[in-house]
C-alpha cells in the first residue's frame, strides 16, 4: 500500500530545506565566482552550477535520501529561485550585474602580455598561444585586446580591426563579387 503523506507530506521542516539550499547555492556560487573562472566553458558560471544543484537535488528527492517527493520539489524550487532572483536583479539594477557577472580580464592589451592577469587565473602562455592560433594570430603583437570572458572563453582584438577567422558560433563570411 502506498503511503500517501509519506510520499507528499514534508518529512523535514520546509524552512531548514530552504536554509540548506540557500547556504549551498550562495556556497557553490562563490566557489565558481572566486576559483573556477575560467574553466566552466560556454554557459555561465551560474547556469551551469544550477544544473549540478537541481541534479543532485532531484537525484536524492527520487532515491529517497528525502522522506518525500516535496521535500525535493521544495529544494529545487529554492535553488531555481535564487538563480531567477539573480538573474532578475542583475537585469534590472547594474550595481548588482557589476557583483555577479565577472568583468572581462585584459590578458593582452597593444601585443603586451598582462602576466599578472594570467597568473591570477592560471593561464599559461603556451594556452594563451593556443587560443591565438585558432583565431589565425600568429604573435602577440598582431593582438589590440584580449579578454578572459565571463563565460571562460576568450576575445580577442586585432590590430588591424580585422576579425578573427574561426569565431565559435559564427559561421564564415561569403565573399561578394
Not at 81 to 106: C, E, K, T
Not at 112 to 137: D, N, V, W, Y
Not at 161 to 175: D, H, I, T, V
Request: hydrophobic content about 45%; overall charge neutral.
Amino acid at each position: 500500500m502506498i503511503d500517501w503523506l509519506r510520499l507528499f507530506g514534508f518529512s523535514v521542516n520546509p524552512a531548514e530545506i530552504i536554509l540548506r539550499g540557500t547556504v549551498i547555492y550562495w556556497f557553490i556560487f562563490l566557489l565558481f565566482r572566486l576559483v573556477l573562472h575560467r574553466d566552466v566553458g560556454a554557459i555561465a558560471i551560474a547556469d551551469v552550477m544550477l544544473l549540478v544543484l537541481i541534479a543532485d537535488a532531484a537525484s536524492n528527492g527520487m532515491s529517497g535520501n528525502y522522506d518525500s517527493i516535496t521535500d525535493g520539489c521544495l529544494l529545487i524550487a529554492t535553488l531555481a529561485g535564487w538563480n531567477y532572483l539573480l538573474d532578475l536583479l542583475s537585469f534590472h539594477f547594474p550595481s548588482i550585474r557589476r557583483i555577479v557577472q565577472l568583468p572581462p580580464l585584459a590578458l593582452i592589451q597593444n601585443g603586451k602580455i598582462q602576466r599578472k592577469a594570467m597568473r591570477r587565473e592560471l593561464i599559461t602562455t603556451e594556452e594563451l598561444k593556443s587560443k591565438l592560433r585558432e583565431q589565425g594570430i600568429e604573435d602577440f603583437s598582431e593582438v589590440k585586446m584580449a579578454h578572459l570572458e565571463e563565460d571562460g572563453e576568450i576575445s580577442i582584438l586585432r590590430n588591424d580591426a580585422r576579425e578573427p577567422k574561426n569565431l565559435p558560433g559564427k559561421p564564415k563570411s561569403k565573399k561578394t563579387i
